[in-house]
């Protein structure tokens, strides 16, 4: 699973993180997008936060210091979910085999978080947006179902993750 989607994330170059919020995100409680993240920084494929803009200014309020960041940024793939018990078993078992626990798993994933939620904050607080690159397609980005979607798709047929 690690290596089909691991070449999947490399193809595409880069992972467009989808967050409803920076504390408390949907997106960290998802296993797929965990390991999404985990597997971007295994093959040094860079992470970027896309926020609906109607939700941006709610983000630049809520975390004012390193231990604000820290709990934002925490992840618990042990606990998170997926929409088909299978995946989650799945992905949680491969983690499980490999680790041992999923302390590395949140370990490398919280440290990701913490520096794309950083350059977030200060993009924000400095009133610019994101890289002209992502900035000109966020309207087709946010239309577009996310890589771990897509990958699901493309290995199960249906529609979720």
């Not at 940024?73 to 078992?93: F, L, M, N």
Request: proline residues 2%.
């Amino acid at each position: 699973l690690a290596v089909s989607f691991g070449n999947n994330v490399k193809t595409i170059g880069k992972i467009w993180m989808l967050m409803d919020s920076l504390q408390q995100s949907t997106y960290t409680s998802r296993i797929w997008c965990v390991f999404e993240i985990f597997v971007a920084r295994k093959h040094d494929v860079p992470c970027t936060i896309l926020i609906d803009p109607e939700k941006q200014d709610e983000c630049d309020h809520g975390i004012n210091s390193l231990e604000e960041l820290d709990e934002a940024c925490r992840v618990h793939a042990e606990h998170a979910t997926a929409s088909y018990a299978q995946d989650e078993e799945g992905i949680k078992k491969e983690i499980l085999e490999q680790f041992g626990t999923f302390d590395e798993v949140n370990r490398v994933v919280e440290k990701e978080l913490r520096s794309v939620v950083t350059d977030t904050l200060l993009r924000l607080r400095s009133g610019t947006t994101a890289s002209s690159d992502s900035s000109q397609n966020l309207p087709h980005l946010l239309s577009m179902p996310s890589c771990s979607k897509t990958f699901h798709q493309t290995q199960h047929g249906k529609d979720g993750y």
